[in-house]
């Protein structure tokens, strides 16, 4: 099998693009603890490995505790996460599948319920971001790990 192209290098100012958007998405109103934690949710539900391995990475960098970071895909049932980061879970969710009938109104109250308007909007923003940068790697098969050096992700120390 033939190696993928590299998307990145084939269109260079959409990439430059797409990461200040995604660096402005993330300067927004919502703490980058649960920023990592939407990362980790959307890539895991898209099935990005590239993004997976990198947002654990981060997460583990900036000081989360290793078991929520296993606990990431079964939120729901675990007892780790606050009321508020499960409700940008459950609409990291809603945004990432989209089904055919949209958010459900039980999510989008859940969320108003935890958030401000312009957190909804910046936490909008965020899983938007994530996803169309899981799409790009997915589809172009970015081997994970393989930015570990030029992202300083090789000192997170997992065995």
């Not at 898209?46 to 895909?73: P, S």
């Amino acid at each position: 099998m033939s190696q993928r192209l590299n998307a990145f290098a084939q269109s260079p100012e959409l990439f430059k693009k797409f990461v200040e958007f995604t660096m402005l998405a993330k300067s927004g109103t919502i703490e980058k603890s649960i920023l990592d934690l939407v990362d980790i949710r959307a890539s895991q539900i898209n099935g990005c490995g590239f993004c997976l391995d990198m947002h654990i990475k981060q997460a583990k960098l900036a000081g989360e505790r290793e078991l929520r970071l296993h606990h990431v895909a079964i939120w729901r049932e675990s007892n780790q996460f606050s009321a508020r980061e499960r409700a940008c879970l459950a609409w990291t969710e809603a945004l990432t599948t989209l089904g055919v009938h949209g958010v459900p109104t039980e999510v989008y109250e859940r969320v108003r319920g935890e958030l401000s308007e312009k957190e909804i909007s910046d936490l909008s923003f965020a899983v938007m971001a994530i996803n169309g940068w899981n799409r790009l790697n997915v589809g172009f098969q970015t081997v994970p790990g393989s930015a570990d050096k030029a992202y300083g992700l090789d000192k997170a120390q997992f065995n």
